[in-house]
């Protein structure tokens, strides 16, 4: 089976840290993705990269930057956390199908605090 | 822009009746279609999806979908519900021509009780 983990299941930060939330798969997906899962908003796109070193904005990358510099690693990085910034966040990876009907493969989720 | 509308927030359902999770859509071109489902304390996990051909599709869990053109629709169905079925369910859409994002529904809670 397809995994993708992500490093922390629960994390509490103060305001104005910097927060890391790490992401690995272990399939040699392509694309990987990062979300944002709030209550009455569904899954809201912060960033994807669909390939190493590379990064495209979703809809709502800002306060977030991202880092790929490993196929298998997707990180996202909160520069100076902020309460409205507490949130569930999920990473998912897929391949690339040229006919975009592409399956995400999900990780647990990282939900993050900010006090 | 393409955009997904999950109408109801919860949807409770006996155990042994059958259930519907709605799901409507707006698209450019043609869709994709994808239906996720979420656990509790888990990620979301690929139940079925709808790219072309049978407007019936079947998925994971006797769980099926039907694609609906005309009323842009794309309803989750399963003909007896069951408790473990309850979690919450995702509706996303992608339009199939050139580069578009996947977008994701605001997600349904259903509850199955005994």
């Known amino acids: 089976d397809v995994k993708v983990t992500q490093s922390s299941r629960y994390l509490v930060k103060r305001t104005g840290e910097k927060v890391f939330l790490e992401c690995v798969q272990d399939?040699?997906?392509?694309?990987m993705f990062w979300y944002r899962q709030d209550p009455g908003l569904g899954l809201r796109l912060i960033y994807f990269s669909y390939d190493v070193k590379m990064k495209e904005k979703g809809d709502i990358p800002e306060g977030y930057s991202v880092s790929r510099e490993k196929k298998e690693r997707f990180s996202l990085i909160l520069e100076s956390a902020s309460t409205n910034q507490t949130s569930m966040y999920l990473c998912a990876s897929s391949f690339v199908m040229v006919s975009g009907a592409n399956v995400l493969t999900f990780g647990a989720g990282s939900r993050l605090t900010v006090l | 822009a393409q955009s997904v509308a999950q109408p109801e927030d919860q949807v409770n359902v006996a155990e042994g009746n059958p259930l519907t999770v709605k799901c409507t859509y707006s698209?450019?071109?043609?869709?994709?279609l994808f239906w996720y489902v979420q656990y509790p304390n888990r990620g979301l996990q690929f139940l079925l999806k709808?790219?072309?051909?049978?407007?019936l599709v079947k998925g994971s869990y006797g769980f099926e979908a039907e694609f609906n053109k005309s009323q842009t629709s794309f309803h989750l169905k399963k003909p007896s519900a069951l408790v473990s079925d309850s979690a919450l369910y995702f509706c996303a859409v992608r339009g199939n021509t050139g580069f578009q994002k996947l977008v994701f529904g605001t997600g349904t809670r259903l509850l199955v009780s005994p």
């Open positions: 399939m040699d997906h392509e694309n």
């Open positions: 709808y790219i072309t051909g049978d407007n």
């Open positions: 698209v450019s071109g043609n869709p994709y």
